[in-house]
């Protein structure tokens, strides 16, 4: 195999994981016709911060059936991935994959978004709560019917818990908006 049939085969490859819209606006014939260059000029197309196109046609529904995807994922302090998540670790790796880019740890992420009151929680908003009585502790994400999705350490794992009753009721601080839709 010459180098230009790997050069096709590798080019072939990237195509088909790459949007369709991406590549229909990389010059095939890129100054230098190389990998790197038609690599780079796909690559500064992305426009990661405007995520519309990787989102378009998602709802919130989508979003929490994605996030349901991670129930019984075990609870890791300082966890970001699917190996496992703590609470702002998981609301951070579920919105960024709905293309909603948030910042780390709970007490920041209170500041992104919108305020939202408790009575018009929608899907997709987070939910905060002061777990420790010193301030924000714990995040979720609401999905509806009074619920939310988090990464408790108290369960050990990423589970489904009550706004309206219990100990996540009495230590309920604040929601944000978050989504675009």
Known sequence: MNV????????QEIQSRVPIHIMKNTPSNAAGNDFGTIF???VNQLD????EALTQGKTPADLVSF???YINVPY???????????????TKYVMNEYGIDIRRVSQDQAKDG???PKEDL???????FDTKGKGISHVGIYIGSGEFIHASSASKKVT???????FYADTYVTARKVLLK
């Open 122 to 128: 929608s899907v997709g908003d987070l939910v905060f």
């Open 76 to 90: 890791v302090w300082g966890g970001t991935t699917p190996k496992g998540f703590d609470c702002s670790g998981f």
């Open 4 to 11: 230009n049939s790997i050069f096709q085969q590798k080019l």
């Open 114 to 116: 919108t305020y939202v």
């Open 48 to 51: 990661l911060s405007k995520s």
């Open 160 to 166: 489904i818990s009550s706004l309206e009753e219990g």
């Open 40 to 42: 780079h000029a796909a």
């Open 67 to 69: 996030a349901k995807g």
